[in-house]
């Protein structure tokens, strides 16, 4: 076998890197400014006494707020910045940001179409130039083969564009508390499902750590 092909099925390495944190502390990093997003779309009104076609606007800022002190926490308890953490508090700020400051909610509802196609166009892009860019990702929490990662990023690519699909046709046609209330209560539970639908693949994939004799 060439040192080419040694080179693509040795296992990647996994970094330990920050300080443990319990699963639901990072699912509450993760959910809690879209959870805090929906409930001030909810009740904006009455919190901040303002028009109801205004609470969007409240909702939005809030959501950037949410998002920066997510990130600063998730430094702050984990000892380190997760990527998709960085890029979410980014997104969020600009497209945010572009809402507020033009005074127009088209801004926050495309974002998630513009951001989910972006993943998708990267993960496919990186397999077309012969790169699973998602293992840059997982790789401290997953050790699979390259073939593992081929399928596995395919998969994930493909979804990333289902969900940007979903976005466009949810916020197009329905009203803008549906929209909210799907974003928060539906992607999420979407994404969770697929992602535990891949674990036949995962396990099918993964490097077992090889048994030291004594």
Not at 91 to 115: E, H, R
Not at 124 to 129: E, I, P, R, T
Not at 140 to 145: E, G, P
Not at 178 to 183: H, I, N
């Given at each position: 076998?060439?040192?080419?092909?040694?080179?693509?099925?040795?296992?990647?390495?996994?970094?330990?890197?920050g300080?443990?944190?319990s699963?639901?502390?990072?699912?509450?990093l993760?959910f809690?400014?879209?959870?805090?997003?929906?409930?001030?779309?909810s009740?904006?009104?009455?919190?901040?006494?303002?028009?109801?076609?205004?609470?969007?606007?409240?909702a939005?800022?809030?959501?950037?707020?949410?998002?920066?002190?997510?990130?600063?926490?998730?430094?702050v308890?984990?000892?380190y910045?997760?990527?998709?953490?960085i890029v979410?508090?980014?997104?969020?700020t600009?497209?945010?940001?572009?809402?507020?400051?033009?005074d127009?909610?088209?801004?926050?509802?495309?974002?998630?179409?513009i951001?989910?196609?972006?993943?998708?166009?990267?993960?496919?892009g990186g397999?077309f130039?012969?790169?699973?860019?998602?293992?840059?990702?997982?790789?401290?929490?997953?050790?699979?083969?390259a073939?593992?990662?081929?399928?596995?990023?395919f998969?994930w690519?493909?979804?990333?564009f289902?969900?940007?699909?979903?976005?466009?046709?949810?916020w197009?046609?329905?009203?803008q508390?549906?929209?909210?209330?799907?974003?928060?209560?539906?992607?999420?539970?979407l994404?969770m499902?697929?992602?535990l639908?891949?674990?036949?693949?995962?396990?099918?994939?993964?490097?077992?750590?090889?048994?030291?004799e004594?």
């Amino acid at each position: 076998m060439s040192d080419g092909a040694s080179e693509t099925t040795r296992p990647i390495p996994v970094e330990a890197k920050g300080r443990p944190v319990s699963p639901l502390l990072k699912l509450a990093l993760e959910f809690g400014p879209l959870a805090i997003f929906f409930f001030a779309n909810s009740y904006g009104d009455r919190l901040f006494h303002v028009a109801e076609d205004r609470r969007i606007f409240v909702a939005t800022g809030i959501f950037i707020v949410a998002s920066l002190v997510a990130l600063v926490l998730s430094r702050v308890l984990m000892g380190y910045l997760p990527r998709m953490a960085i890029v979410n508090a980014i997104v969020v700020t600009v497209f945010g940001g572009l809402t507020l400051a033009l005074d127009d909610a088209f801004f926050i509802k495309v974002k998630p179409t513009i951001v989910n196609a972006l993943f998708g166009c990267v993960l496919l892009g990186g397999l077309f130039f012969g790169k699973s860019l998602l293992s840059l990702v997982l790789e401290t929490v997953l050790q699979l083969d390259a073939e593992g990662w081929r399928k596995l990023t395919f998969r994930w690519g493909l979804f990333f564009f289902v969900l940007a699909a979903l976005n466009e046709a949810v916020w197009r046609t329905q009203t803008q508390d549906f929209w909210v209330a799907f974003k928060v209560w539906g992607v999420m539970p979407l994404t969770m499902i697929f992602a535990l639908a891949q674990t036949p693949l995962i396990l099918k994939h993964e490097i077992k750590p090889a048994k030291t004799e004594e």
